[in-house]
């Protein structure tokens, strides 16, 4: 065993004996450390409460000395991920990329669970500043209600997905109740969904 699957067993094992009810991490199959999957839950009192994100996280050969790749499976509209769920953020970054001071950007001592905490602060405290997302910047920016009805109405679609498989009925609800929630018509938010370029 290397010392980049020795380490990632260590991690596994420190994350299973010290659980954090915001955050599960473990390899997708105990044979390969390389290839990960984890779930984040909303934390409360953000637009975020009440939501479950799941995602991946694909190790290089020479970790720590590079960070991981980290992608949300689960659709999550936020200023600092990208619309495929690839996630922007210093942590993850090496080098002099984005300007981050030193203890902010990827380092050896860095670990899973320091990451995960780190996206977990994003989702409460997004970095506007340069978004991934443009579009989840503007509205960010522009009314932090307006967003939090966005984010609320995609973790309701995404319950309702799981709990409900045709879901054409639920979809249809849900617009309403978004609409509602911003204060338009349905064509109203048809159109802004098209011009944001998100057209569910």
Request: proline share 6%.
């Amino acid at each position: 065993m290397n010392l980049a699957s020795q380490r990632l067993m260590k991690e596994y094992q420190s994350l299973q004996k010290n659980k954090n009810p915001y955050i599960e991490a473990k390899p997708i199959d105990e044979s390969d450390y390389f290839h990960w999957e984890f779930i984040l839950k909303g934390p409360e009192d953000t637009p975020y409460s009440g939501g479950v994100y799941k995602g991946t996280m694909d190790f290089p050969s020479n970790y720590p000395y590079n960070p991981p790749v980290m992608k949300f499976k689960t659709a999550i509209w936020h200023p600092n991920i990208y619309k495929d769920g690839k996630i922007c953020i210093s942590i993850l970054q090496t080098g002099a990329a984005l300007g981050a001071s030193p203890d902010e950007k990827w380092s050896p001592i860095q670990r899973i669970e320091t990451v995960l905490l780190s996206v977990l602060s994003m989702l409460s405290e997004p970095n506007c500043s340069s978004p991934a997302n443009i579009d989840a910047g503007v509205m960010y920016r522009r009314s932090l209600e307006e967003f939090s009805a966005y984010v609320q109405a995609d973790i309701a679609r995404e319950k309702a997905g799981a709990e409900n498989t045709g879901g054409v009925e639920q979809e249809e609800i849900l617009d309403e109740n978004l609409a509602a929630a911003l204060g338009l018509t349905a064509e109203e938010l048809a159109l802004q969904r098209a011009l944001m370029g998100n057209g569910r």
